[in-house]
Each structure stands twice: as C-alpha cells, then as structure tokens.
C-alpha cells in the first residue's frame, strides 16, 4: 500500500479512461429517412463518428404537387397619407392605454422598429402627430 501525505493522494489515483464517453444518436426525418451516428464528448467538444444513413421509406411526405406559395406574414399597409394618418391612429391608441407606442405601430404594420420609427418621424412632419420636444 503507498503511503502519501494528503495533498499528494490526487496524483496517485487519477482515474485512468481507455475511451471517452460517447453517446448513440439518431435523427429521424418526417419520411422515414434516419441518420445514426456516434457522439462522443472530448475536451468540452462534441464530435460525430460513425456516420450511417437509412433512405427513405417508399411513398414517403412528398407530393406530387408542389406546396402553396409561402406569403409574407406582413399585413397589407397603405401608403402615402393613409399610412401616415393610421400609424399616427396606432401610436395614439397605445400611448392612450399606456402600450409603447412604437411597439404598437411595429406590430400593425409588420415592419422592422427603424421603419417603424421613419414612419412614425414621417406622421409627426405631417402634422399627424405633435412634436416630440416643446419648442421655446
């Protein structure tokens, strides 16, 4: 039996691993396509081995006919005045309920916030909506 001083017990008994931990990974496709593969955790890494892949299952997800156009989730806005006169009608409603107001007019208008944000400066030109800062 070895003797150590207690600080010096670590490295006598380091545990000795002959392989790293891995793990069984599959990945399976909604038309019966299946992809198996091994995991294995080096180093805080990650690595795939062993790489196989089963084809698809016979009469598998796709259709003859393709799928229907995809459309934007971004609502129809009118522009011009209109635009102007209904995001002014949006950002009023929000700051009347206490909403933030930019946010509002971001979420009628589908539009990203610096758009919104021209939009809103281009209200407030129009005479739509008051100035921002009282004007000495």
């Known amino acids: 039996m ?24 599959r990945l399976t496709f909604g038309d019966g396509a299946a992809i198996d593969a091994r995991a294995v955790v080096t180093e805080g890494r990650i690595t795939l081995e062993g790489l196989h892949a089963s084809p698809a299952q016979p009469g598998g997800a796709f259709p003859d006919d393709p799928p229907p156009a995809v459309h934007r989730a971004r609502p129809a806005w009118p522009r011009g005045r209109e635009g102007r006169l209904k995001a002014a009608q949006e950002y009023r409603a929000a700051q009347a309920e206490g909403r933030d107001p930019v946010l509002a007019v971001m979420r009628a208008t589908g539009r990203s916030r610096r758009r919104s944000l021209k939009l809103i400066a281009a209200a407030r030109d129009a005479g739509a909506l008051p100035a921002r800062h009282h004007r000495r």
């Open 2 to 25: 070895l003797e150590s001083p207690f600080l010096g017990v670590s490295d006598h008994y380091r545990p000795h691993v002959a392989e790293p931990p891995s793990f069984h990974v």
